[in-house]
Structure formats: C-alpha cells, structure tokens
C-alpha cells in the first residue's frame, strides 16, 4: 500500500513587484478569479494612495472583466493597465520572482498542510520584502 494525499487543495499567489523598489504585494487565495484579481489591484491602491501605477498585464480572462474594470475607473486615472502580449510570460517581471519562489520554497517539498504550505509562501515573500535589492536583482531591474 502507497498512501496517496488525496484530492489537492489548490490555492493560487497574486502578486505584484515593484520594478522600482523591490517591494512586492502578494495575495494566496483559494481561487483566481475576477473578485480575487481585483482584490490585488485594490491593495495595491491602498499600498500607494497616491500617484499612478502601471501594471503590467497579461491576458489572462479574470483580468478582463466588469469587477476589475470598477477598481480601474474607481482608482480615476491612477490606476494603468498596461496589456503584454499572449504567451509572453518573460515580460512580466513578477513571473521572475514567482519562479524563483517555486525554487526556494515548493520544490521537491510536501507540507504537511495547506495552512504550512501558505505560511512558507507569506514568510518568502516578507523576508524579500525586508530585502527588496534581492527581489530586484532577481528580477533583473538593478
């Protein structure tokens, strides 16, 4: 008998890297969906509550709905979205950091739980928020 884990339990990161700083917000949900994708956009907002943010953007369908779409034209011109082309995931610098995550934190790891595997990931990503020349370093922008 080989004990199985059973049904996974996914739970999916949304984040975002500053290009300049290094800072990065970053959300583990249970799903990624519009009101998730939206929820990112609305903390960003709330993590700088003036001047503009560009976001670099793929095409992914939960990014082009009415809800994301509302914390666009509510953020009154703050907010930019600026669209990559499709299936070009090296352009968006925050895909660099998500790889580096995989490496230093999932792979070839099993937790024990959902709850360990998510707090791993909000300790990743606190330790290279106290770090940010590291998170720029790795995403090529020094």
Known sequence: ??????????????????????????????????????????????????????????????HQDDEVEAVVRGAAGRLVLLYLPTYSP???PIELLWRHFRREVTHCELFQTVKVLIEAAYDFFSRHNRCPEKVLSIIGAH
Do not use: C, S
Not at 4 to 18: E, S
Not at 30 to 57: C, F, M, N, Q, S
């Open 1 to 62: 008998m080989i004990p199985t884990p059973g049904q996974p339990k996914t739970h999916y990161g949304l984040g975002a890297v500053n290009y300049h700083t290094g800072e990065t917000v970053v959300l583990i949900r249970r799903r990624k969906r519009r009101r998730e994708v939206a929820e990112l956009l609305e903390a960003l907002l709330d993590k700088h509550p003036t001047g503009t943010i560009y976001v670099a953007w793929d095409n992914f369908t939960a």
């Open 90 to 92: 090296w352009l968006n």
